[in-house]
Nanobody, 122 residues
Framework: QVQLVESGGGLVQPGGSLRLSCAASGSILSIDAMGWYRQAPGKQRELVAEITSGGITNYADSVKGRFTISRDNAKNTVFLQMNSLKPEDTAVYYC????????????????WGQGTQVIVSS
């Protein structure tokens, strides 16, 4: 089984920074894409940023220029550096791993982390 464990959330003032981390563990052979999604109260879950194994990135327009996603393929870990945080960034942030190949089956899987709360408030 594969597990995604997130860390780094918390309370920060507007304009501040946080760095989220997500480590995938288990019998993993490779992961195509890793990303971060967020869900604010009363809203749908939305993509924040994603990165392929080759380093190609994609960002939501609302975070471009403020957030940076990076990845350590050897450690199956993805990071999200969040700068210039705004109150509207408040949400539960979820890590996602897509196109995961594991030992045994030939198919690829998609996994989610349990989420980490980010609150931006003065």
């Amino acid at each position: 089984q594969v597990q995604l464990v997130e860390s780094g959330g918390g309370l920060v003032q507007p304009g501040g920074s946080l760095r989220l981390s997500c480590a995938a563990s288990g019998s993993i052979l490779s992961i195509d894409a890793m990303g971060w999604y967020r869900q604010a109260p009363g809203k749908q879950r939305e993509l924040v940023a994603e990165i392929t194994s080759g380093g190609i990135t994609n960002y939501a327009d609302s975070v471009k220029g403020r957030f940076t996603i990076s990845r350590d393929n050897a450690k199956n870990t993805v990071f999200l550096q969040m700068n210039s945080l705004k109150p509207e960034d408040t949400a539960v942030y979820y890590c996602n791993a897509d196109g995961v190949r594991i030992v045994g089956p030939r198919q690829r899987y998609n996994y989610w982390g349990q989420g980490t709360q980010v609150i931006v408030s003065s």
